[in-house]
């Protein structure tokens, strides 16, 4: 499938405050889109090996939308997310304290349909959504 990308961001913010951020639905619904006219309505996330998740992700005129799911394959609280997803692509997202700021980092295998500058640039967009949410509460 091509080489992994990595996209990150340092979060101002406890690493517990930002762990929460990241995978608590009710924070989920309001930063995993990439573009100011999309939208996240849903988010169901079992944070667990073997636990699965779907993110509703939909354009705010109803004129498309997917699910973003898949399947945890290792959890270490406050360090490491690792998932498959449904096409069976994998991801993995660490978090590390330096301070009082948090980094975030997502490695991922990309799709073959589009660029791989465009996968990059839209899951950073995702991520840069994700600060803006994290530094706010």
Do not use: C
């Amino acid at each position: 499938m091509g080489k992994e990308i990595t996209v990150y961001t340092e979060v101002l913010g406890e690493l517990g405050k930002v762990w929460n951020a990241w995978t608590s639905p009710e924070h989920i619904v309001h930063w995993n889109f990439a573009a100011d006219s999309w939208h996240a309505p849903a988010a169901v996330n079992d944070l667990r090996v073997g636990g699965k998740f779907s993110y509703r992700m939909e354009a705010k005129d109803g004129s498309m939308g997917f699910d973003f799911s898949g399947v945890y394959s290792e959890v270490i609280e406050h360090e490491l997310i690792a998932y498959t997803m449904d096409d069976g692509r994998t991801a993995r997202i660490t978090f590390e304290a330096l301070g009082d700021s948090t980094v975030v980092t997502e490695v991922f295998e990309p799709e073959t349909m589009n660029a791989h500058e465009l996968q990059q640039a839209g899951w950073q967009m995702i991520l840069d959504n994700f600060k803006r949410h994290a530094e706010s509460l």
